[in-house]
């Protein structure tokens, strides 16, 4: 029997570990492919990322060399990852919908030596920029459905197929085994983990330098915190493992014993999860707005009588679990009895709808949420657990507790983590979880930090009378009207995403008059609206333009943003036949929206609003 291992750091033999103190046998990850779910068991997946680490020590990977992960979600990445952290590399990984440009100024900051791909479309960009690349002699296919590559290698790089990866790995020798042996039980905390590089929405890409020892804290923390879950529970892992968010919170879930369910496509996410039904999973707001929408059209076309019982379902709801169960306070009895009564014949079917009707928790950060969303699925049994992180904070700062959480802000801080606001109201942080700077950017890290060493977040807010924290703006973002007047676009934006028939929202205003949008309008919703009201057109040009289609767009603005001030109120607008998009460099490969870009593009559209 194999000797049980020890490590200061969690990530460096984690698979390792798992097979040797939980049931080699039981599935740890399950892979979709072949249209199923295939389960891979705690062994298997330690003598993968064993083949994976001999395979990459054979390739010339030192200690602290970067490799990158260019794909979509896949066993692979985290069979590399593991394998880097066993010989004390950093894994990089890239988004799947990154450019060639994007994947060049990434492998070439990081000095990256070895890069995966996942696809024929990402081996089609790596190679373009591969003798560009200094530091790069290595690209490894993930997937095998990858063809062989037919061009001719740039000088100085190969190519591998992921079979002949770890057929390398398999077959090295013992003095290989003992080497990486060696380097497993050598790491330190200190050592760097992994590079997270940040969105960039106003300039070049920030290369997060995240330590052991930010993960070791992380682990710990949710530990401590997430005593609800256990090796019973199940999780989705349907976000971008490029994403801190989901990167940290899958590796949470393998050092917890909780299975992991890997979606390769986000676009099939409704599919997998009805197909899984996770009792976990992190998510984005997107992913609750577009439920809440699909939800509230089935309500619209109900009867009276079932939307009657609806209304009368989420009253109940909304009083049982925001006035008793979210205080911690005993729900009486006559409440609890509706509760199960409605719980069973409206709730129950609506989460099944979804996917989530063996929920216990679903973490939602990376942008507002709007507290009419978080209300509605926290009535309806559906526990949103709301937080706030960046990648430079190794995810989660703040989070909603079990009990006592406030609906309209990001809740807490987590058990370890400070937080205090600073000069124009910005968030600062301090805590183990913070990274130690910026790679190959000491200006920007400076500019990063307090002189006391706080983390700057960019964000402004404030602390609330219970502790919690409210975020108003971000600081990047927020612009000033020509009145004089202070606009935090992400607001506005959020708070019309919600709506069935809107898309995405970009909100201009800065120096101008008064405040205007360009919306892109849910395209199905409002082709299916056409329809219904017999309105005739060609192209989706003719739809966006036709007068019913802009009043209908003008009321859904009008009753959502009559809460905010008259000066924040959009007065103009203009529909786009077409998204924002990431090749186009409208969105960030997290989807958030480049201002700048945005506003060159639509200079003209722009410009006739305030004609």
């Not at 890290?445 to 060493?453: C, K, N, P, S, W």
């Not at 008064?514 to 003719?542: G, M, N, S």
């Not at 997290?590 to 410009?607: D, M, V």
Request: overall charge positive; proline content about 4%; aromatic content about 10%.
């Amino acid at each position: 029997m194999k000797k049980e291992t020890s490590n200061i750091n969690i990530l460096t033999d984690l698979i390792e570990r798992i097979a040797l103190t939980q049931d080699p046998q039981k599935a740890v990850v399950f892979q979709y492919k072949n249209e199923s779910w295939e389960p891979v068991s705690a062994s298997t997946l330690d003598t993968l990322t064993r083949q994976a680490a001999c395979a990459l020590e054979i390739l010339g990977i030192e200690v602290q060399d970067r490799i990158g992960i260019f794909s979509s979600n896949r066993l692979g990445c985290i069979v590399a990852d593991f394998a880097a952290y066993a010989l004390r590399a950093v894994p990089v990984s890239l988004y799947a919908t990154s450019s060639a440009d994007q994947v060049r100024y990434i492998v070439r900051d990081a000095s990256a030596k070895v890069l995966f791909v996942g696809s024929d479309s990402q081996l089609t960009a790596a190679m373009s920029i591969a003798g560009e690349c200094p530091s790069l002699t290595h690209i490894i296919g993930l997937s095998d459905t990858i063809a062989a590559p037919k061009a001719k290698m740039p000088e100085g790089v190969d190519y591998m197929s992921y079979a002949d990866f770890l057929t390398l790995g398999a077959h090295a020798s013992e003095k290989c085994r003992e080497a990486v042996a060696r380097r497993t039980a050598e790491a330190t905390d200190k050592d760097i983990a992994t590079l997270i590089y940040t969105s960039g929405t106003t300039g070049e890409p920030k290369g997060a330098i995240l330590t052991h020892s930010c993960f070791n804290a992380c682990m710990e923390m949710h530990r401590r915190w997430l005593t609800n879950l256990d090796t019973s529970d199940t999780s989705l892992c349907f976000l971008p493992l490029s994403h801190i968010f989901e990167k940290a919170w899958t590796y949470f879930c393998l050092y917890r014993g909780i299975q992991v369910y890997i979606n390769t496509d986000p676009r099939e996410i409704q599919r997998a999860i009805k197909q899984v039904h996770p009792t976990c999973m992190c998510s984005v707001p997107r992913f609750w707005e577009k439920a809440y929408a699909g939800i509230q059209e089935k309500i619209s076309e109900m009867g009276a009588m079932q939307r009657a019982l609806v209304r009368r379902a989420l009253s109940i709801g909304r009083r049982r679990n925001l006035h008793y169960k979210r205080l911690g306070l005993k729900v009486p009895r006559w409440l609890e009895m509706r509760y199960r009564f409605y719980d069973r014949r409206v709730f129950a079917t609506m989460r099944r709808a979804v996917g989530i009707d063996r929920g216990k928790m679903f973490p939602t950060a990376g942008a507002p949420l709007s507290p009419e969303i978080v209300e509605f699925f926290q009535s309806a049994g559906v526990n949103v657990i709301i937080g706030y992180g960046l990648s430079e904070t190794t995810a989660t700062v703040t989070a909603y507790p079990f009990t006592g959480y406030e609906i309209g802000t990001v809740g807490t801080p987590i058990s370890g983590v400070e937080i205090k606001i600073g000069d124009q109201s910005e968030i600062l942080v301090k805590g183990p979880t913070v990274m130690s700077g910026y790679l190959n950017k000491p200006l920007e890290t400076a500019e990063a930090f307090t002189a006391d060493g706080w983390f700057r977040t960019g964000d402004a807010g404030y602390i609330d009378a219970n502790g919690a924290l409210v975020i108003t703006e971000r600081l990047k973002d927020l612009f000033k009207t020509s009145n004089g007047k202070y606009i935090a676009p992400q607001a506005i934006e959020s708070c019309l995403g919600q709506d069935k028939y809107i898309e995405q929202v970009a909100v201009i205003g800065n120096n101008r008059k008064y405040v205007t949008a360009i919306i892109i309008p849910a395209f199905e919703a409002i082709k299916e609206y056409a329809r219904k009201k017999k309105i005739q057109y060609k192209t989706l040009d003719d739809l966006v333009r036709n007068t019913y289609i802009r009043q209908l767009i003008q009321s859904r603005i009008d009753a959502l943003q009559a809460r905010f001030a008259p000066f924040e109120k959009i007065k103009k607008f203009t529909l786009l036949p077409r998204e924002f998009t990431m090749e186009n460099g409208e969105l960030t490969n997290t989807l958030k929206i480049r201002r700048p870009i945005i506003n060159s593009h639509y200079a003209r559209e722009i410009e006739a609003m305030y004609a």
